[in-house]
């Protein structure tokens, strides 16, 4: 039996409480929430509460802490984690700053010890199915990319504070999964150009944002974001492999290639087949079959397998660090109108 922490029991740090409850070979060994709300949690589990997480990590010495505190806490919580040779799964994003994030996964590798980053698409079949059928070569070379996260956060979202002030946004909290999955299928995004709006809300932090991706490997991209907007085009909808989401099938990304085109997470896949590759003939339809397993609970027995010593994190800190590299720069494009590298930004951060 494994025993696990969770660190920060709000939205998510929750729903890790229930899945380490569902899961098997594995126990909530405590909770460290200095919240009043905590305290019935922590009677719900049956498990102690901490107010403080070191002295719950020193107290429990559990094999492995979930970190799910908001975003400006993780690179500390991570820190307290490696000192004690705790491996850790973080939530994204790895830190709030990328100087944080180099600092944090220099110190795992250092360690030896292993911190996984809460990218938990990459635990989905369907995003795992896209990487092979691109790098297969079956939609041949890639040409362009389209995506789409649009949802309706609801008002009570915005009564706690971080989520009102720049950080706590929709480009932090909801496109960094998305960039993890396009760097994962198509590959690294070079650069980025991008338009904020906040007039939705008129609140601090964006809402709505318009960005042009351009990928190492010279393909372009499109993402439209908006956490204002009511609309199915989420893959948390689209896919039904999310927690809380009902679903809806339907697409978020398009990957578009020479010969074929793959929608994503519908596995709907379009190839020109006929030899003379005219674009009046019809293309042919192909539908991948997916094993339909849900994200969350193939990322919490990834990380059992981490603590376990039977794997290494398939999204490690450096892994979370491009992501979050990635992430800035739409951010800072957007705020100073201008292209940005990814590459600048870790360059001028190492
Ligand atoms: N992977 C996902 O699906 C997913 C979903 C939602 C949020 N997140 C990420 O998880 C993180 C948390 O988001 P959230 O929406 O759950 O936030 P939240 O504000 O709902 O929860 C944060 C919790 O941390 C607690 N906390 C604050 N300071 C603490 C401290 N020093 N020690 C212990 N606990 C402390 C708060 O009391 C609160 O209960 C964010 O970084 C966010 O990006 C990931």
């Avoid at 920060?8 to 899945?19: D, F, M, S």
């Avoid at 085009?233 to 578009?256: K, M, N």
């Amino acid at each position: 039996m494994i025993r696990l922490a969770v660190i920060g029991a709000g939205l998510i740090g929750r729903e890790h409480c229930q899945l380490i409850r569902d899961h098997d070979g594995v126990e909530l060994a405590a909770i460290a929430d200095p919240s009043p709300e905590a305290d019935a949690l922590a009677r719900e589990y049956g498990c102690p509460l901490f107010r403080d997480y070191a002295a719950m990590l020193d107290s429990a010495a559990p094999d492995g802490a979930i970190v799910a505190l908001p975003t400006t806490l993780h690179a500390e919580a991570g820190h307290a984690c490696l000192d004690r040779g705790i491996p850790s799964l973080i939530e994204k994003p790895v830190a709030d700053t990328l100087s944080a994030a180099l600092n944090l996964t220099e110190a795992s590798e250092a360690a030896n010890v292993p911190i996984l980053i809460g990218h938990h698409r990459r635990h989905s079949p369907d995003m795992r199915e896209a990487r092979r059928i691109v790098a297969e070569g079956a939609l041949g070379d890639i040409v362009a990319v389209n995506g789409l996260w649009m949802a309706d956060k609801p008002d009570a979202y915005f009564d706690t504070d971080w989520r009102r002030q720049p950080g706590g946004g929709p480009i932090l909290i909801n496109l960094i999964h998305d960039i993890d999955c396009l760097r994962f299928i198509v590959g690294e995004i070079a650069e980025v150009r991008a338009f904020a709006s906040s007039t939705a809300r008129g609140f601090e932090v964006e809402d709505t944002v318009s960005i042009a991706l351009r990928f190492e490997n010279g393909v372009l991209g499109s993402f439209l974001l908006s956490d204002a907007a009511a609309s199915p085009f989420t893959w948390e909808t689209t896919s039904g492999q999310a927690l809380y989401f009902p679903h809806r099938a339907g697409d978020c990304y398009v990957i578009a290639g020479r010969t074929g085109t793959l929608a994503i997470p519908s596995m709907r896949l379009w190839r020109r087949d006929a030899p003379d590759h005219h674009w009046q003939h019809p293309l042919v339809e192909k539908q991948t079959p997916l094993d339909g397993s849900r994200t969350y609970p193939n990322q919490l027995e990834h990380f059992l397998d981490i603590i376990r010593g039977r794997a290494n994190p398939v999204v490690s800190a450096r892994d979370g660090t491009h992501s979050l590299a990635t992430a800035l720069a739409v951010q800072i494009a957007a705020r100073e109108d201008r292209t940005v590298a990814v590459q600048d930004l870790l360059t001028a951060a190492a």
